[in-house]
């Protein structure tokens, strides 16, 4: 079974809907996947309609880079997590690691289509198969309305929201948008 059959599978019990989008036709053409320099580890390169490319890793170390950036954030219970953008998933990975038990994590990815490209290259199977972790992803996250319904479920006491940085780049004001939204709502 590949990455994408086996993400899928994990993806289909938890949330059938977003499992259907990304069996769906989306146009992944605008993304390249690309060797890093660490062995058997892929990132990838996104070409905006401007013609610029970002890339969505460290080419270096894609996976450290993520770890050094999951050790500033805490998970611990009773709290929550925005995490806007997810790239092929590592940093979200790595975040899932360290969860504690009622920790929620909401993840925000803007394009589908990076979604099913981390789906396809990377085990993300920490990351989906949590009891304490939402993905939302589209032009139009209802990022308000699943703050009211985690507020209701476990009254957070504090919210922590991570914008990644290359998603960041790739859909500027749409994430400030969520992380203005996120940090209104808490």
């Given at each position: 079974?590949n990455?994408?059959?086996q993400?899928?599978?994990?993806m289909?019990?938890?949330?059938?809907?977003?499992?259907?989008l990304?069996?769906s036709?989306?146009?992944?053409s605008?993304?390249?996947?690309?060797?890093s320099?660490?062995?058997?580890v892929?990132?990838?390169?996104?070409?905006?309609p401007?013609?610029?490319q970002?890339?969505?890793?460290?080419?270096?170390d894609?996976?450290g880079?993520?770890?050094?950036?999951a050790e500033?954030?805490?998970?611990?219970?009773?709290?929550?997590s925005?995490?806007l953008?997810?790239?092929?998933?590592?940093?979200?990975?790595?975040?899932?690691?360290?969860?504690?038990?009622?920790?929620?994590i909401?993840i925000?990815?803007?394009?589908?289509?990076?979604?099913?490209?981390?789906l396809?290259?990377?085990?993300?199977?920490?990351?989906?198969?949590?009891?304490?972790?939402k993905?939302?992803t589209?032009?139009?996250?209802?990022?308000?309305?699943?703050?009211h319904?985690?507020s209701t479920?476990?009254m957070?006491?504090q919210?922590?929201?991570?914008l990644?940085?290359?998603?960041?780049?790739?859909?500027?004001?749409?994430y400030?948008?969520?992380?203005e939204?996120?940090?209104?709502?808490?």
């Open positions: 079974m990455f994408l059959e993400n899928l599978a994990i289909e019990t938890r949330d059938p809907e977003l499992a259907a990304m069996r036709d989306l146009d992944c605008h993304i390249e996947v690309l060797q320099q660490q062995p058997g892929p990132t990838a390169r996104v070409t905006l401007s013609g610029e970002i890339l969505l890793h460290n080419i270096e894609p996976i880079s993520a770890a050094r950036s500033k954030h805490e998970m611990k219970g009773g709290n929550a925005i995490l953008g997810f790239g092929l998933g590592y940093l979200a990975r790595e975040l899932a690691k360290k969860v504690e038990k009622k920790h929620a909401i925000c990815e803007l394009d589908p289509a990076v979604l099913k490209t981390a396809r290259h990377v085990d993300l199977s920490a990351v989906l198969d949590s009891d304490y972790i993905i939302l589209g032009s139009e996250i209802p990022l308000q309305d699943w703050i319904k985690l479920q476990c957070t006491a919210v922590d929201v991570i990644y940085g290359p998603s960041a780049r790739l859909e500027h004001q749409e400030e948008r969520l992380s939204v996120a940090r209104k709502e808490h």
